[in-house]
């Protein structure tokens, strides 16, 4: 799990993962190792910078230091930048969460997310992604 956020950057949020996010990982039977914050940009969000989205290339760094696959992987936002960062990235989907931002970018952008996966929220983007992998999704 890789995660992108600015607003840790400037201690808006604590820089970890909460605590209920974790544990969804962990009920899921996914170990949650670390979680590697950005690097820093020096673009303002929504303009295009080496380390800012739509720019893949922190998907990339990782892609080098952990030897990530990103043709089998997923991204999962809620903005259209979100989405733009995984089709950049070359990602196996790009899935809009409905929650957060994710309503009204369905609702603002309809044209350009129609390459995207729409689903409620993350549990459904884990189901989708275990469904598209031929996984039963756990019964919750």
């Known amino acids: 799990m890789l995660r992108?956020?600015?607003?840790?950057?400037?201690?808006?949020?604590?820089?970890?993962?909460?605590?209920?996010?974790?544990?969804?990982?962990?009920?899921?039977?996914?170990?949650?190792?670390?979680?590697?914050?950005?690097?820093?940009?020096?673009?303002?969000p929504g303009q295009a910078g080496r380390g800012g989205k739509p720019s893949p290339q922190f998907l990339f760094d990782a892609r080098d230091e952990f030897g990530i696959d990103l043709a089998r992987s997923?991204?999962?936002?809620?903005?259209?930048?979100?989405?733009?960062?995984?089709?950049?990235?070359g990602v196996r989907a790009s899935i809009l969460v409905r929650t957060g931002y994710g309503a009204e970018t369905e609702?603002?952008?309809?044209?350009?997310?129609?390459?995207?996966?729409?689903?409620?929220?993350?549990?459904?983007?884990a189901d989708w992604i275990l469904r598209s992998l031929d996984i039963q999704p756990l019964n919750r």
């Open 4 to 44: 992108n956020q600015l607003l840790p950057l400037r201690h808006v949020f604590r820089a970890e993962v909460p605590s209920h996010r974790t544990g969804l990982v962990r009920t899921g039977g996914i170990c949650l190792d670390r979680t590697v914050p950005p690097k820093r940009c020096t673009a303002h």
């Open 74 to 89: 997923y991204l999962i936002g809620d903005k259209l930048i979100d989405l733009e960062c995984g089709w950049n990235a």
């Open 107 to 125: 609702r603002k952008q309809a044209g350009p997310i129609t390459r995207a996966v729409v689903v409620d929220d993350l549990t459904a983007a």
